[in-house]
């Protein structure tokens, strides 16, 4: 008896033993080629608030050949009881998990991605959540995106509160992520991601079971966070342009689920029609004409609309944040008709099969105004049209007491609708030019006839519309005040105590924000602004190149404003202050630092906005904040562009985006191209003057010796991602650029032993300019005795000095050819390039071009050796060329520049926010009162 106590005793203290070191989770990672981000996500695991002895890590190395394998047996050795590495051949995300399954001890199971985080009381709140919700066996957290974007999933309503849900009942709240979901692992442990689906394997593991038993809880706490990466280099986010991209969800996730939910109950479930609905209309927004073949794309069409007939209307046109025309067009591919024809309209409602699509009067959507302003009396309006019925059977109107007015309209490409057939609707503004008479206020109301049913419509405020959108926003321009009143647009002739009342409760809206800091800034404008009014304010220019890097042609034509020491003007250059070229420009004066308050005080009460750059911190410093304070700005933004345009810019620079007030060009070709192709500008805002810093480069080179120097200088590739981080523009190292034709043809190029040869036979020394976006590429490229390799070269300094060019597709050329010397275009990856980059412009490099136009290394090759031999001598029919394309040769672009600028924008010298010395008391009271009345009626 002694003895069966004692081995009672020892089985139990063995039992116990057992017990208090079993596994809460499993938690299984496939691992392939992320070993930058593994610290992070396991370093997630191991900082949870649960005793990181009870999660159990699974890591499971698919054959990755960066550093990952160095990172897993780091934590292997250092957490050698509860972590397990497991090295495969490259087999998929599936495979790796599959294998990881077999290894899992713990009750719970996750697979968490390698490159992403869970939030550190998530496996807290799950354990609680599965102890006390036994019939639950699948959980999910909230996925929220990092990194390159910072946002929720759009199926986050899910998670408006932790609970219990009933998918038959609540069919809209689908799961499709495994990463973010746990499992009870005695549900699982017969089950297998499937292997040859290339993506949508985490959708037919969580559905499959939910199809045997749709309850899953949801945990609000629990977050997962997704990383989008800024290099993007992630599978996940490259995979649109893979074939297998468009079929293997399709195939093997839809139509299996379809067929699943028909075998189980003879129908297709509520959940899997809504995930089938959720699935395609983000298919139909996807660009599946670029990447598919005639016959593939067919069959994709047929794939996509053959699903959507398996599951009622309801569960397309109740998916949330997809727009309405998607859905509509979603419903016509399933009718095969226009089903817009069978919408009608109730009491200014918009219905389809008596659902209500649009409610007309409260919508704030149907025109959105992207430019307001007021000039000579007349307000104008530019906005897009956001209906989506059949464009003949609408249009709009204005009126202005017993007068109506009607607008314009132009087809805008770059508001165009396209889908996954291409395009489907044509982008349409609508301008008004609405006369302002001599009242004290005019009241004006916007409507839309549909279908011979008069509506008003109220429009909401877009980029450049002044108006802030936040409620008691008004905009003032020392003639006119314009403010929404009830959602309606009245405009008052200026008087000072009328802005100061709608400032005053402006601020209150602010304050109640805990806006404390825009407050702040608003304050600070109106008090400079009234103290430059006793000091007879001059005009600010601000003027500037990159964020931290001048040398362009906002330098030169700063510094030439400089030297002319202008008395009605303060000119100011803006730089960061750590770079080098602030130390070197200080000696001009007036250097601004970028990153100082007194930089975003004098943007305030700058009247030009000079830049050789179009990004947007040029012309709004404050990001987000400008919904806030863009009614401030009231400056004049001309762009000296960095370089003659040569490509089609124009869904970049045009108008609609940019708005600039001048826009500076410097050849006959161009100016006409500015002028009437899709960049909508007008000769009020479009010269011909040449640019700043040909003036300069003028000027070098007569006292700058020509040296035998061969200068490389190829642009970037947007099509090459990983090169730069997508949030702060900088560079960054990618171990996928090796694999580049880019990289091959220019590594191969500076080490063609036949061109070195000549080089050295004929003296001649070459300088590789990487683009500073591939900077930190410049490690991978083989240097040699006769070519350096460089980033961020002074190009005003190498110009002068060179004797060849070779070049791609870079807008330098015109620079050199400018100097009349000699250039070769490389343009080996012209198909890539014209479909991934920039479109073809006015610019025909066989008809107009400076130089020979080589698409391979021997053509290259032979064209450089011969201008070699010929000592770099350019051929007189490219210096025809050259001279009948520039319109000026001189060095009188600042002048021309500066001329334009006074001429076209220099305002009227009568400060139009001056104090009034006579205020009447009377008409204020009148005001107020009528607001009063306003607001209450």
Same mark, same amino acid.
């Given at each position: 008896m ?46 949870q ?5 009870k ?103 899910k998670?408006y ?14 799961q499709?992520s ?11 442990k ?21 199809l ?65 609905g ?35 209307d ?20 399933k ?13 200014? =409602?918009?219905? *389809?099969?008596? $659902?209500?699509?649009?409610? +007309?009067? /409260? %919508?704030?959507?149907i025109?959105?105004?992207?430019? !307001? ?111 929404l ?12 105590? =009328?802005?100061? *009342?709608?400032? $005053?409760?402006?601020?209150? +809206?602010? /304050? %109640? ?7 702040? !800034? ?12 006793i ?58 630092d970028?990153d ?25 410093p ?16 001309i ?21 600039? %007030? ?130 961020n ?16 597709? %870079? ?9 009349k ?117």
């Amino acid at each position: 008896m002694k003895n069966i106590s004692v081995a009672l005793i020892a089985l139990i203290i063995l039992v116990l033993f057992n017990s208090s070191n079993c596994f809460i989770f499993s938690v299984i990672m496939a691992i392939y080629n992320t070993g930058k981000y593994l610290d992070d996500s396991i370093g997630s695991l191991y900082n949870q608030t649960i005793n990181f002895k009870k999660i159990q890590v699974i890591l499971v190395n698919d054959g990755s050949t960066d550093n990952s394998e160095e990172i897993c047996l780091k934590y292997k050795e250092k957490y050698n009881k509860n972590i397990i590495y497991i090295k495969i051949e490259h087999s998929g995300v599936s495979k790796a998990r599959n294998i990881g399954l077999k290894f899992a001890k713990g009750k719970y199971i996750n697979f968490l991605d390698a490159d992403d985080i869970w939030g550190f009381q998530s496996f807290k709140y799950v354990s609680i959540f599965f102890k006390f919700n036994k019939n639950v066996d699948i959980v999910a957290g909230r996925l929220k995106f990092f990194e390159a974007i910072n946002t929720y999933h759009p199926l986050d309503y899910k998670f408006y509160k932790t609970r219990v849900v009933n998918l038959t009942e609540d069919y809209n709240y689908i799961q499709m992520s495994g990463p973010s979901t746990f499992f009870r692992s005695s549900i699982i442990k017969n089950e297998k991601f499937p292997e040859k689906v290339f993506s949508g394997e985490d959708t037919v593991f969580i559905n499959k079971i939910l199809l045997l038993k749709p309850i899953i809880g949801f945990i609000k706490e629990a977050i997962y966070y997704y990383r989008r990466r800024s290099d993007s280099s992630s599978a996940v986010q490259n995979q649109v342009q893979k074939v297998e991209f468009y079929f293997s969800q399709l195939k093997y996730v839809g139509q299996y689920l379809l067929e699943k939910s028909k075998e189980l109950y003879n129908k297709v479930m509520p959940f899997i029609q809504f995930y089938i609905g959720y699935n395609n209309l983000f298919r139909i927004l996807s660009p599946a004409y670029k990447y598919l073949n005639h016959d593939d794309f067919i069959e994709y069409c047929n794939l996509i609309e053959d699903q959507l007939k398996q599951i009622d209307d309801k569960y397309i046109l109740e998916q949330r944040f997809t727009p309405y025309r998607t859905k509509l067009l979603a419903l016509s591919k399933k009718y095969k008709t226009d089903v817009r024809c069978d919408v009608v309209i109730k009491n200014d =409602l918009l219905l *389809y099969s008596g $659902k209500i699509l649009i409610n +007309i009067t /409260k %919508s704030s959507n149907i025109i959105i105004w992207r430019i !307001l302003d007021i000039k000579q009396n007349i307000l104008k309006l530019e906005g897009k049209d956001n209906f989506w019925m059949p464009k003949d059977k609408y249009f709009y109107y204005c009126k202005i007491g017993n007068k109506t007015l009607f607008p314009n309209y132009y087809d805008y490409p770059g508001f165009d609708f396209y889908t996954m057939y291409g395009l489907v609707d044509k982008g349409r503004m609508i301008t008004f030019n609405i006369p302002i008479e001599e009242n004290n206020e005019t009241l004006i109301k916007f409507f839309i006839s549909y279908n011979g049913e008069n509506i008003e419509i109220f429009p909401s405020f877009g980029k450049f519309a002044r108006i802030p959108t936040i409620k008691n926003g008004y905009y003032s321009n020392g003639n006119y005040i314009i403010k929404l009143i009830q959602k309606r647009l009245i405009i008052f002739k200026y008087n000072q105590s =009328l802005e100061e *009342y709608f400032e $005053k409760e402006y601020c209150k +809206i602010l /304050k %109640s924000i805990h806006k404390d800091d825009i407050l702040q !800034l608003r304050k600070k404008y109106f008090n400079n602004r009234d103290l430059y009014f006793i000091d007879n304010k001059k005009e600010i220019w601000l003027i500037n190149d990159n964020k931290a890097k001048a040398g362009d042609n906002g330098e030169y034509f700063f510094r030439y404003l400089m030297n002319k020491k202008l008395s009605d003007i303060s000119i100011f250059f803006v730089i960061k202050k750590e770079c080098d070229d602030y130390e070197r420009l200080k000696k001009f004066g007036n250097i601004l630092d970028l990153d100082s308050t007194f930089y975003l005080d004098i943007f305030l009460n700058s009247d030009k906005i000079i830049s050789s750059i179009s990004d947007e911190w040029v012309t709004n410093p404050f990001g987000e904040e400008k919904i806030y304070i863009g009614d401030l700005f009231h400056f004049d933004s001309i762009f000296i562009e960095n370089g003659i345009i040569v490509d089609d810019l124009s869904k970049i620079l045009d108008r609609i985006n940019k708005n600039f %007030s001048l826009f500076i060009t410097s050849s006959k070709k161009e100016y006409n191209t500015i002028l009437s192709s899709g960049y909508y500008y007008n000769k009020d805002n479009v010269v011909l003057t040449g640019l700043s810093k040909y003036d300069n480069l003028i000027e070098i080179s007569r006292i700058t010796h020509k040296e035998k120097l061969i200068l490389i200088i190829p642009t970037w590739r947007l099509y090459i991602t990983g090169t730069r981080d997508l949030v702060t523009f900088e560079s960054i190292y990618s171990p996928h650029f090796k694999n580049t034709t880019f990289f091959d043809f220019y590594n191969n190029f500076i080490n063609d032993q036949k061109i070195l040869y000549y080089m050295e036979k004929y003296h001649f020394f070459g300088l590789f300019c990487l683009h500073p976006y591939f900077s930190e590429q410049i490690i991978d490229f083989t240097a040699n005795n006769f070519i350096a390799i460089k980033t961020n070269c002074n190009y005003q300094e190498l110009l002068p000095k060179a004797s060849l060019l070779v070049t791609d597709y %870079s807008n330098i050329f015109f620079d050199f050819a400018y100097l009349k010397k000699p250039i070769i275009y490389s343009h080996f990856d012209i198909n890539e390039y014209r479909k991934y980059q920039y479109p073809e412009g006015y610019f025909d490099y066989f008809k107009d071009g400076f130089g020979p136009v080589c698409y391979n290394i021997e053509c290259l090759e032979n064209e450089l050796i011969e201008l070699l031999i010929n000592n770099c001598k350019q051929k007189k029919k490219y210096i025809n060329r050259i001279k009948k394309f520039f319109s000026f040769s001189d060095n009188n672009n600042n002048e021309r520049i500066y001329s334009e600028i006074m001429k076209n924008l220099i305002k009227d010298k009568e400060n139009p926010f001056q104090s009034q010395i006579f205020i009447n008391i009377l008409f204020i009271i009148f005001f107020l009162f009528k607001f009063s009345f306003l607001l209450k009626h």
